[in-house]
T-cell receptor
Framework: ETGVTQTPRHLVMGMTNKKSLKCEQHLGHNAMYWYKQSAKKPLELMFVYSLEERVENNSVPSRFSPECPNSSHLFLHLHTLQPEDSALYLC????????????FGSGTQLSVL | GQQLNQSPQSMFIQEGEDVSMNCTSSSIFNTWLWYKQDPGEGPVLLIALYKAGELTSNGRLTAQFGITRKDSFLNISASIPSDVGIYFCAGHYPGAGSYQLTFGKGTKLSVIP
């Protein structure tokens, strides 16, 4: 139990579908993150929400839309995805501002058909 | 952005053997971290390093922050089957934005009983 819970664990969707990934942290941390993990590539930071700011990777396509209603919950809304978006999507949280000591969830394995 | 090169990409070892892996960059880093990802789970932080030359242990794991600040090493002594997984190095370099952590592609470790 890492204190960061992600649902669903697996998701298969068509390119015209709309779905959302959910993340909840029970650690009292101030920052939450979405990372993308693709085979044979480094983890890629997509979005960060903290008390002070929202940070986004400018290379992330607009078909990914984050939402952070409070410091414990984070969503990633998906629409009109492409097959190359198939990957493991990891949520993480941290207490520090450098995003170094990350606590990850188990991830959502996404397949886009 | 900066890149981190991890080697080896994968390794097979006998149970009881010691393991060494490393991570290098062409630029200096202020922080080095080592994470482990078990199959089907998110990465878990093993060791964090903050000063050049620093040597830190966590049980059978020992990591070092290279003197040049351009590399880091992770050693595992007397490997056991539960050491199986992917080990990622990560770091924070000068000039990187807040929360911007750079990850390597990982070293996949297999332990033969």
């Amino acid at each position: 139990e890492t204190g960061v819970t992600q649902t669903p664990r697996h998701l298969v969707m068509g390119m015209t579908n709309k779905k959302s990934l959910k993340c909840e942290q029970h650690l009292g941390h101030n920052a939450m993150y979405w990372y993308k993990q693709s085979a044979k590539k480094p983890l890629e930071l997509m979005f960060v929400y903290s008390l002070e700011e929202r940070v986004e990777n400018n290379s992330v396509p607009s078909r990914f839309s984050p939402e952070c209603p409070n410091s414990s919950h984070l969503f990633l809304h998906l629409h009109t995805l492409q097959p190359e978006d198939s990957a493991l999507y990891l949520c993480a949280s941290s207490q520090d501002r450098n995003g170094e000591k990350l606590f990850f969830g188990s991830g959502t394995q996404l397949s886009v058909l | 952005g900066q890149q981190l090169n991890q080697s080896p990409q994968s390794m097979f070892i006998q149970e009881g053997e010691d393991v060494s892996m490393n991570c290098t960059s062409s630029s200096i880093f202020n922080t080095w971290l080592w994470y482990k990802q078990d199959p089907g789970e998110g990465p878990v932080l093993l060791i964090a390093l903050y000063k050049a030359g620093e040597l830190t242990s966590n049980g059978r794991l020992t990591a070092q922050f290279g003197i040049t600040r351009k590399d880091s090493f992770l050693n595992i002594s007397a490997s056991i089957p539960s050491d199986v997984g992917i080990y990622f190095c990560a770091g924070h370099y000068p000039g990187a934005g807040s929360y911007q952590l750079t990850f390597g592609k990982g070293t996949k470790l297999s332990v033969i009983p």
